[in-house]
């Protein structure tokens, strides 16, 4: 009887596992880039913002909590994530440390490669030069990945304004 408990919750939390990872590659890139966008392009918080808000839709799949839009949840646990990062940087601002304390480490830029430097060189450019209607435009197409349709309805656009988009 034992056997069959647990030949029941091996093959749970395989199916968890398996939807887990389906969600995962089908939002990682976007969620980062969300986050990225967010973060100004500071890539490392933005990876430990994606990476801690797949953490809190996996321990919810786990306590077999339903999720109706994983998509929806994770923008929002990871705008959540951004936040809690911008309080963190701010209470970083307003420390002061003894210039005795201070140490210089040293970082080895050559080994390190970041497959979003285009993206995050870009984006900086184009926020310099956009309105932020058009900000928002670029945000919500291309981070966002809305159709032109889910953008319209979003911006709440009439039919006559969404011909001109």
Do not use: W
Not at 4 to 17: A, M, P, Q, S, Y
Not at 24 to 39: D, G, V
Not at 87 to 113: A, F, G
């Amino acid at each position: 009887m034992n056997g069959g408990v647990d030949l029941e919750h091996h093959n749970r939390k395989k199916g968890i596992e398996v939807k887990f990872t389906q969600i995962y590659n089908a939002y990682k890139s976007a969620i980062y880039k969300f986050c990225l966008a967010r973060l100004k392009g500071d890539s490392q918080r933005a990876e430990d913002c994606m990476q801690n808000a797949f953490m809190v839709l996996y321990k919810k799949l786990l306590n077999s909590e339903e999720i109706e839009n994983p998509r929806a949840f994770l923008y929002k646990t990871a705008q959540n994530f951004v936040m809690k990062c911008f309080e963190e940087i701010s209470k970083e601002n307003n420390k002061i440390v003894p210039i005795t304390d201070y140490r210089d480490e040293l970082v080895d830029h050559q080994n390190q490669v970041d497959n979003y430097v285009d993206f995050e060189v870009l984006y900086r450019k184009l926020t310099d030069i956009l309105t932020p209607d058009e900000q928002m435009l670029l945000q919500l197409k291309y981070i966002e990945d809305l159709t032109i349709e889910q953008t319209a309805q979003k911006l709440n656009f009439n039919q006559k304004e969404r011909r001109k988009l």
